[in-house]
């Protein structure tokens, strides 16, 4: 009850960190679609990078969250950004990179032969059929990996704080400081509750991009 009565009190408080969370997030995912989703691209029109690439994303993402902002912090700090959002994004962005990347690559491998043949058959060239057919054939694979990239940032950029990146870490951060339950519990529903709307969200605007034959 004290809880829910703190997050009925303090709406404006908790909304502009809401706010800060979703623009570090969106940030860090833009560019890494930016980046990602080209590289996938790369890798399937050069498959002997495939493996290279892939799996340096792989080992970025099993570094722990809170060691590979440690290791931000000094990295940064060479260009008077050791702490705030700069590392935090940079962290998140590079955890957003396997999902994106993995599902351009998955999507376009998995595109029907046949319909790569028949667009080879018409002279279509490799950027011509990707940008025709192939990438809106990999619609809904892609964005699959964007909304994991997104669900997995909202979570690890709650410990973005301990950086002073600000965002609904900082509750959390505060909860734990404080021995405040209240701030504590109220932090990690709010990241929770975020995390189920952008998934909800991103699955709609997945339906609305994908052309209406493969829905």
């Given at each position: 009850?004290?809880?829910?009565?703190?997050?009925?009190h303090?709406?404006?408080?908790?909304?502009?960190?809401?706010?800060e969370?979703?623009q570090l997030?969106?940030?860090?995912v833009?560019?890494?679609v930016?980046l990602?989703?080209?590289?996938?691209?790369?890798?399937?029109?050069?498959?002997?990078l495939?493996?290279?690439?892939?799996?340096l994303?792989?080992v970025?993402?099993?570094?722990?969250?809170?060691?590979?902002f440690?290791?931000?912090i000094?990295l940064?700090s060479?260009?008077?950004?050791?702490?705030?959002a700069v590392?935090?994004?940079?962290?998140?962005f590079?955890?957003s990179?396997?999902p994106?990347?993995?599902?351009?690559h998955?999507?376009?491998?998995?595109?029907?032969?046949g319909?790569?043949e028949?667009?080879?058959?018409i002279?279509?060239?490799?950027?011509q059929?990707?940008k025709?057919?192939?990438l809106p054939?990999?619609?809904?694979v892609?964005?699959?990996?964007i909304?994991?990239?997104?669900?997995?940032n909202?979570g690890?950029?709650?410990?973005?704080?301990?950086?002073?990146?600000?965002?609904?870490?900082?509750?959390?951060?505060?909860?734990?400081?404080?021995?405040?339950?209240?701030?504590?519990?109220a932090?990690?529903?709010?990241?929770?509750?975020?995390?189920v709307?952008?998934?909800w969200?991103?699955?709609?605007?997945?339906?609305?991009?994908?052309?209406k034959?493969?829905r």
């Amino acid at each position: 009850m004290e809880t829910w009565q703190y997050l009925i009190h303090n709406t404006g408080y908790l909304l502009g960190l809401t706010r800060e969370h979703l623009q570090l997030v969106g940030l860090a995912v833009g560019l890494a679609v930016l980046l990602g989703v080209p590289l996938g691209v790369l890798i399937v029109r050069f498959r002997s990078l495939a493996s290279l690439v892939l799996g340096l994303a792989t080992v970025v993402l099993t570094i722990p969250a809170i060691a590979l902002f440690g290791l931000m912090i000094p990295l940064f700090s060479q260009i008077g950004h050791g702490i705030g959002a700069v590392p935090a994004v940079t962290a998140a962005f590079l955890y957003s990179l396997l999902p994106i990347v993995r599902n351009t690559h998955t999507a376009l491998t998995q595109v029907d032969p046949g319909i790569r043949e028949a667009g080879r058959g018409i002279g279509l060239t490799f950027w011509q059929r990707l940008k025709w057919v192939e990438l809106p054939l990999a619609v809904p694979v892609i964005f699959g990996g964007i909304r994991t990239a997104v669900v997995l940032n909202i979570g690890v950029m709650a410990i973005a704080a301990i950086v002073g990146a600000g965002g609904l870490g900082t509750l959390i951060l505060h909860g734990i400081s404080q021995s405040d339950i209240r701030k504590l519990i109220a932090g990690a529903v709010m990241v929770s509750l975020l995390a189920v709307v952008m998934d909800w969200a991103l699955l709609k605007l997945q339906r609305v991009l994908t052309p209406k034959g493969i829905r």
